[in-house]
């Protein structure tokens, strides 16, 4: 380590300091080496960029070589389009197997974005000469398991694929110190410093432009020598391959151009590497058998987020946004940036002064200066910004570092980058959309009544059916109608990746997404994943993939004789015959098989609901509660049928549901929390009367009936977040069977119990809770009492008040867009959906 040491010890000491190695002249400028120009930088670092650029005005060489996939040589011209922005990213992808995908990102204080503009610039070539992506693609299915980038993505600081999860420990033989795969980390150590972000602030980033502009790559080149000289090839296997090709590129490109005229912009590690000299026998040996596989390349828009190491990635650096403004920044970069942390708060609509700015970058100054900093940090200005502008808090602390020191900043790459087919359909959807992908997390609200919102959200869903999670639906603010979708939209990188994935199955999103769904339906695992598909094609309109999902749903119907899974994958269905209004979706077939799945789960479900052990139990109340959920929105009448009303409910759908949960409420064979749920669900649809429940309820908590089984059928009436403690509280006669039942429970079958009625009481509101606490506190006959002496509720009557009730219909008709006979307005249809 002492090399590494007497390194920093010369950076630290002077960045101009006479390096000890022979130089030549190039153009009128000392060069290190002799040889070609190895320019060494740290990826990402904007110190780095400025000193390559500095360096490349210099030295005016006559090709600049750059660390990255020779497959791009052709892409490298578009970095002069007005349209590429970056943060971007070359994408190598497996031509059979697009997911097979490797990222090379660029942010603009990269130092090879820097090379690569500086060469378009002076009409100089720039190629890319590490090893291509058709190795290092096979490299990453290799790796897949610990190298989810691959391992062609860009280096951890100056180093070379350390990717997430990865910890390379490199060491001497059997030595004592490891050192991790981050040769910066192992310099900071040496130089004093516990974070390595710090010491390249302090030795590169604050650096002055004047003096030897050769001067930091020949301390850099010295610091990585002495270290590989010490841990060689760091534990890297896959490093010597790829740097004998290097050499062999920058052999080609010496006899071409000259052997002066050649810079090389690569990481600082490799630079010894390419010093050392080697024979071409020995480098194209190295080389020999390895594996390939066919590879596209492109570039795509990358986000300050990916760039963060925070996002898993392993070349990844702490503050993407704070390095860009101390790489744009003209001057006085300390104030420029706590005058964007002033605004961003601002816009917060906290109150921050230009007095508080004066005194942030006041603070910031002392404490760098008590630190022994050149100049203040991220460090610095963080904690001024805590306690200047934050007032000690780390809440609005924490806005600026997601806003500011990470950003939300998305690239943008011209339309005359390569694409697949599918990717250029996607982009001239969201054009004529007006749908643009956004780094920054964003809500979008759809009224599907608009043509173009019913597009955007037919897009989005045709996006996840291809596996693009673009947008995540989430639950509308302010109505539940189903003319109103909102989406939470955020882009990420690797949807690129997704897009390229999903081309296989159609060069438009349409065509894509139709052969998608047709192909899931057939290798669909279970009945409710058909259904779940059959609600998206109506989501997405696929009327192409409809069909023949519905004759796969009917088919595995037809065959599929456990009720559970018949009663899962209802309620999916059922569901999508709620889009037929909003999106003129013609759902006719889709009601006839959901009406003939809803008869063999009423013909079933009794028996199967018979000597349930208690968590079977559990399972199929819930199923009993999808059914009866989905029964709601299905309507009283299966398709063919007349409109059943009054006496003819029996006939319908939703009577002969009625009938099976009567049946369901008096099987003994039935578990209680089932029998409970019936009661309940038939009470709460006016097919019960109150008396009937209540003497229901005396039956089972009498006293020939197990402690245990009492308490399930409690727990299936009262509980489960069904509005049970609101009926206790509003029905004294249920309230007090439940009172009495508890208080003669024997002792020793109390604690059995306990955990079930804990269970449907801790579910309730606080407010529920403390209304019963009271009610029972008081005990019976003393919660109030009626003008002629009868117990009753204070606040309610016996019966119900008709004239009162009678007042507020008008109210009711005009919110749901009913006439005066209770039919749907004509112009409301979309009301009527709402309320039903």
């Known amino acids: 380590m002492y090399g590494g040491a007497d390194a920093i010890g010369a950076a630290e000491a002077s960045c101009g300091a006479e ?47 750059i660390e990255g996939p020779p497959e791009a040589d052709a892409l490298i011209p578009l970095a002069a389009d007005e349209n590429m922005r970056p943060p971007v990213a070359l994408l190598a992808h497996a031509v059979d197997e697009p997911g097979r995908s490797s990222f090379w990102p660029f942010a603009e204080f990269s130092p090879e974005w820097v090379a690569i503009r500086w060469a378009l610039s002076h009409g100089v070539p720039a190629r890319f000469i590490d090893l291509p992506a058709t190795h290092t693609l096979v490299w990453g299915r290799e790796e897949a398991a610990a190298e989810p980038g691959g391992p062609t993505s860009q280096q951890h600081e100056v180093t070379e694929e350390t990717t997430p999860g990865e910890e390379a420990v490199l060491a001497e033989g059997v030595a004592e110190e490891a050192l991790r795969g981050d040769p910066l980390a192992a310099l900071a150590e040496a130089a004093g410093y516990d974070d390595a972000e710090r010491w390249w602030e302090d030795v590169v980033e604050h650096r002055g432009t004047g003096g030897d502009v050769f001067a930091p790559f020949a301390v850099l080149e010295e610091a990585m020598g002495a270290l590989r000289e010490v841990y060689g090839a760091g534990g890297r296997d896959r490093d010597p391959v790829r740097e004998a090709y290097m050499r062999l590129q920058v052999r080609a490109a010496q006899k071409e151009f000259g052997d002066d005229r050649v810079a090389v912009v690569c990481g600082a590690w490799h630079v010894p590497a390419l010093r050392e000299r080697r024979t071409v026998a020995a480098d194209r040996s190295l080389l020999k058998g390895l594996p390939k596989v066919k590879t596209d390349m492109t570039w795509v828009p990358w986000t300050n987020r990916r760039l963060a190491r925070g996002s898993g990635y392993g070349a990844g650096i702490d503050s993407p946004g704070w390095y860009g403004h101390l790489f744009g920044a003209p001057d006085r970069p300390v104030e420029r940036w706590l005058t964007k942390v002033a605004g961003l708060l601002r816009e917060e609509d906290r109150i921050v002064s230009p007095a508080h700015v004066i005194e942030a970058v006041r603070l910031a100054e002392t404490l760098a200066a008590m630190r022994g900093r050149p100049l203040p940090g991220l460090t610095e200005t963080t904690d001024a910004v805590r306690a200047v502008m934050c007032d000690g808090s780390d809440v609005p602390l924490s806005l600026v570092q997601d806003r500011l020191v990470v950003g939300d900043v998305l690239g943008e790459v011209p339309e005359s980058a390569p694409a697949v087919p599918l990717q250029r359909d996607l982009t001239r959807l969201q054009r004529r959309l007006r749908l643009k992908p956004e780094a920054l997390q964003r809500e979008l609200e759809l009224d599907l009544r608009k043509e173009n919102d019913a597009e955007r959200s037919r897009l989005l869903h045709r996006l996840r059916l291809l596996g693009v999670e673009w947008g995540e639906p989430t639950t509308s603010r302010g109505s539940t109608g189903t003319f109103r979708e909102t989406w939470r939209l955020r882009w990420e990188p690797e949807l690129s990746v997704r897009v390229a994935e999903a081309g296989v199955w159609g060069t438009t999103v349409l065509s894509a997404a139709t052969a998608r769904a047709e192909a899931d339906a057939v290798t669909a695992g279970s009945l409710a994943d058909i259904t779940g598909l059959a609600e998206h094609c109506l989501l997405a309109e696929l009327p192409d993939a409809l069909p023949v999902v519905m004759r796969v749903l009917a088919d595995r119907a037809a065959l599929d004789a456990d009720v559970g899974h018949l009663a899962q994958a209802l309620p999916a269905l059922v569901r999508s015959l709620r889009y037929g209004d909003v999106r003129a979706t013609d759902t006719r077939a889709l009601a006839e098989v959901a009406a003939g799945l809803a008869e063999r789960v009423f013909v079933g479900l009794p028996p199967a609901c018979a000597a349930l052990d208690a968590e079977a139990a559990q399972e199929m109340r819930r199923h009993v509660d999808a059914v009866h959920g989905a029964v709601g929105l299905l309507g009283d009448t299966a398709p063919g049928e007349h409109t059943a009303r009054s006496g003819e409910s029996r006939t319908g759908i939703r009577g002969r549901w009625h009938s099976v949960l009567h049946v369901l409420s008096g099987r003994d064979t039935v578990p209680g929390v089932i029998r409970g749920r019936a009661v309940r669900l038939l009470l709460d649809d006016g097919e019960l009367a109150q008396d009937e429940a209540a003497r229901l309820m005396g039956l089972v908590l009498s006293p020939g009936t197990a402690p245990a089984d009492a308490a399930a059928w409690i727990e299936g009436f009262v509980g489960g977040g069904s509005g049970g403690g609101m009926l206790l509280v509003h029905d004294e006669r249920l309230l007090g069977l439940v009172d009495a039942w508890l208080t003669g429970v024997p002792g020793d079958a109390f604690t059995d119990v306990l955990p079930l009625l804990r269970r ?8 529920v809770r403390r209304t019963l606490g009271e009610q029972l506190r008081r005990g019976p006959g003393r919660r109030g009492s009626t003008a002629a002496g009868r117990v009753g509720i204070p606040g309610f009557a016996d019966d119900l008040d008709t004239d009162r009730a009678d007042a507020v219909l008008p109210v009711v008709r005009l919110l749901l867009g009913l006439d005066g006979d209770g039919r749907p307005a004509a112009d409301d249809n979309d009301l009527v959906g709402v309320a039903g």
């Open 760 to 767: 449907t009481f801790s579910a309730y509101e606080p407010g």
């Open 19 to 65: 390096v000890h190695a022979t130089a030549h002249v190039a153009g009128g400028v000392r060069v290190p080496g002799g040889g070609p120009l190895l320019l060494g930088v740290r990826h990402h670092g904007p110190g780095s960029a400025r000193a390559v650029r500095a360096a490349l005005d210099a030295a005016r060489p006559r090709t600049v070589l």
